[in-house]
């Protein structure tokens, strides 16, 4: 069964897993989904004072934009990638968080997982659409690009949700998996052009040179697929041009392999979780 077929078979079930986790992120809390937007708003606030005035990072200014504002540079790639790790993290407990439910109704258990994502992409189409409110104010271009940004976030999406397929059942069957993605999460974060822009790496690799043949520290470092977003959503919302044609199709094979990948994989595991719950 594909997965077209499992979730139109389960379209109602889908909806209300989906609202179920939006209402249950932020429950009793006087804030609410505002909390969506103050968490990213309080790690930018901390990045930009450490990495804007303290280690005085400097990127280039926004080409053709000509944005220079290093706050909403960073946020450009602080929300993708808050949200990859959200969903991930999200989806990893989906199956053990739900295990009453796993083992007394039948039903296709990816829905856990789709609602997990879908729950968080509303979360972050809240903070995106703040980002781009704060981008046009200050002057740039982004609205044209709002189209493409969605092309974006889609595969985003798919990149997150394969990943936490992956992982929702190797945590079934070994605990610890999501104690181990915790720290390595902590150490992706810094390998990413998050707080820095691509350039520092490229310099940092040529003054080291070739590591073995022709293969540079560049080049390793650019097998990141997370980069590859990061960079697209800053040509997007922050230069407002065009991203390269290998971001793009980078981007897209990342996220199509993960998602089919992840898919296969969960559906060999589906019918013993039960079990192994």
Not at 62 to 67: C, F, N
Not at 68 to 76: K, N, R, S, T
Not at 91 to 111: Q, T, W, Y
Not at 170 to 176: G, H, I, P, T
Request: proline fraction near 5%; aromatic fraction near 14%; glycine fraction near 6%.
């Amino acid at each position: 069964m594909s997965i077209v077929q499992d979730l139109r078979g389960s379209r109602e079930l889908l909806l209300n897993l989906t609202r179920r986790e939006i209402k249950g992120k932020y429950k009793r809390t006087a804030l609410g989904q505002l909390w969506s937007l103050a968490n990213p708003l309080a790690a930018m606030a901390i990045y930009t004072v450490v990495f804007a005035f303290i280690i005085r990072v400097q990127p280039e200014p926004g080409d053709p934009s000509g944005l220079d504002i290093f706050a909403l540079w960073l946020l450009c790639a602080l929300l993708p990638w808050s949200f990859f790790t959200n969903v991930v993290n999200g989806g990893m407990g989906a199956l053990v968080g739900n295990e009453n439910l796993i083992k007394k109704v039948h039903f296709p258990r990816i829905a856990l997982l789709v609602a997990n994502s879908f729950s968080w992409m509303f979360s972050w189409s809240i903070e995106m659409v703040v980002l781009l409110v704060a981008l046009v104010i200050v002057g740039a271009n982004a609205l044209p690009w709002v189209p493409l940004v969605l092309v974006f976030m889609a595969l985003m999406s798919l990149l997150a949700t394969g990943v936490a397929l992956m992982l929702s059942v190797a945590n079934v069957y070994f605990r610890d998996t999501q104690h181990f993605v915790g720290i390595f999460f902590q150490v992706w974060f810094y390998l990413t052009p998050i707080l820095y822009p691509v350039s520092m790496v490229a310099g940092v690799s040529e003054d080291i040179g070739p590591l073995f043949g022709s293969v540079t520290v560049l080049d390793l470092y650019l097998l990141n697929p997370i980069g590859e977003f990061a960079e697209a959503f800053r040509n997007l919302l922050y230069d407002n041009r065009w991203p390269d044609l290998a971001t793009s199709l980078t981007c897209a094979a990342w996220s199509l392999a993960a998602f089919f990948l992840g898919y296969w994989i969960f559906k060999r595991h589906e019918k013993g979780l039960a079990e192994a719950l």
